[in-house]
């Protein structure tokens, strides 16, 4: 997996509101997307997947919505809470005859007001 | 179960020097991957092992390696350490590294070279 090198792009939210995060992907044959969250100081830390044959996945207060079209994932949080800031980040798979290639986005740091 | 467990979490290098990271996946995950983080840069994969073999390699120069067990344990290792090396280094686990199988951190060795 790579990742661009750019200046982290920042959200504020108040709490209780909803976030959506996005993130463009690169390749068009990508046929697996996950949602990472990362808090300082810690591993990324799996949130929700989906598939290229479907556009939208729920989980709990997340949904990831996939838009292969214009090769572009969202986050959706229902009700953020302060315990919610941390940076999220995108991976694209991609796989064909054994080679696996994942390619990370640059990661969106949120931050919830209180 | 228990989650891919990396030790150690920090350590101070000087320059010049080596140092062995070591990573043990979840139970019964075959394919091990690392990456690098830092934050002008973001997550950069270095490689990825499944049953004893690198798979998959990124763009690192020669003194970053690694190696894979039976036991699907990993090392890697970095030698003459520079200054530039220091970061979070981040060990994954997934079942088989196929698409579609979920890639699970660790939380990371923190390494910071002096």
């Known amino acids: 997996g790579e990742s661009v090198g750019l200046h982290l792009p920042t959200l504020s939210v108040q709490e209780g509101d909803n976030s959506i995060i996005n993130c463009a992907y690169s390749n068009s044959a990508s046929d697996y997307f996950i949602w990472y969250k990362q808090e300082s100081g810690k591993g990324p830390q799996f949130i929700i997947d989906?598939?290229?044959?479907?556009d939208k996945r729920q989980g709990q207060r997340v949904t990831v919505l996939l838009n292969k079209t214009v090769k572009h994932l969202s986050l959706q949080i229902a009700a953020t809470q302060p315990g919610d800031s941390a940076v999220y980040f995108c991976?694209?798979?991609?796989?064909?005859?054994?080679?696996?290639?994942?390619?990370f986005g640059i990661g969106t740091k949120l931050q919830v007001i209180p | 179960k228990a989650g891919v467990t990396q030790t150690p979490r920090y350590l101070i290098k000087t320059r010049g020097q080596q140092v062995t990271l070591s990573c043990s996946p979840i139970s019964g995950h075959r394919s091990v991957s690392w990456y690098q983080q830092t934050p002008g840069q973001g997550l950069q994969f270095l490689f990825e092992y499944f049953s004893e073999t690198q798979r998959n390699k990124g763009n690192f120069p020669g003194r970053f390696s690694g190696r894979q067990f039976s036991n699907s344990r990993s090392e890697m290792n970095v030698s003459t350490l520079e200054l530039g090396d220091s970061a979070l280094y981040l060990c994954?686990?997934?079942?088989?590294?196929?698409?579609?199988?979920?890639?699970?951190f660790g939380e990371g060795s923190w390494l910071t070279v002096v």
């Open positions: 989906i598939r290229s044959n479907m």
């Open positions: 991976a694209e798979n991609y796989s064909s005859g054994g080679y696996q290639k994942v390619t």
């Open positions: 994954a686990s997934s079942l088989i590294g196929d698409s579609g199988n979920t890639i699970y």
